[in-house]
């Protein structure tokens, strides 16, 4: 689940905790095969801007840092991924209004025991909390975002890799326990209470299926 509650403006260094529980070797993940992948997915990344490619070293240089970088457990940030579900044309977006952040927002959240990649845990967080079965997963990643949360008390920071999915032909979503409500809107016209970088991934996993 995605715990998405506000984004700071601007390119931030990563928080660091001397000694804390975010340092260590990487947590049993298939042979720490979930941090290794994501490494690999953020250095063969083009960063479309020059804000994202900031973000791109910090999540590289986070994962440096810390074995369980992957994982909520890591204090002063950890990454989690997101996914824009797309109707099957391309149009609309499914979001998810949550509980937490009081917004509209796509599916998200934390990679979790068992998880392999980064493309799965967004493929996974995205049916689980849209309920549609058989969503594809566009190539990505598509954006990076990093967000305030309060993971760990005062708070931390998601680390957030971007995908889009697109939904089969006549899919109806089925609103999770996670989420306040569930709509389709236009991929040109999301409603407030939303953000920039939803609109974003939004307008960008649309232009990545309309180039097929």
Avoid at 50 to 70: A, I, V
Wanted: aromatic letters at 4%; one cysteine or more.
């Amino acid at each position: 689940m995605s715990e998405r509650t506000g984004r700071p403006a601007g390119h931030a260094p990563s928080p660091d905790v001397p000694g804390g529980a975010g340092n260590g070797r990487p947590r049993a993940d298939g042979d720490g095969r979930l941090h290794s992948d994501a490494r690999a997915v953020l250095t063969g990344w083009a960063a479309p801007t020059g804000p994202e490619e900031l973000l791109r070293e910090d999540f590289l240089e986070h994962l440096r840092l810390h074995g369980n970088g992957m994982y909520r457990e890591c204090v002063p940030g950890h990454l989690t991924a997101t996914t824009a579900v797309l109707s099957h044309d391309g149009e609309r977006v499914l979001l998810t209004l949550h509980g937490k952040a009081g917004m509209w927002l796509p599916m998200g959240g934390h990679c979790e025991a068992g998880d392999l990649s980064l493309a799965g845990v967004a493929l996974r967080e995205a049916t689980e909390e849209s309920g549609i079965p058989g969503l594809r997963l566009l190539p990505g990643p598509l954006a990076l975002d990093r967000h305030r949360v309060w993971c760990h008390p005062p708070f931390s920071h998601h680390l957030d890799v971007e995908y889009g999915a697109v939904a089969p032909a006549g899919a109806e979503a089925v609103i999770s326990e996670e989420s306040l409500d569930l709509r389709w809107f236009p991929v040109d016209a999301i409603p407030d209470p939303s953000d920039e970088a939803t609109r974003r991934l939004a307008r960008r996993a649309r232009e990545v299926l309309r180039a097929g």
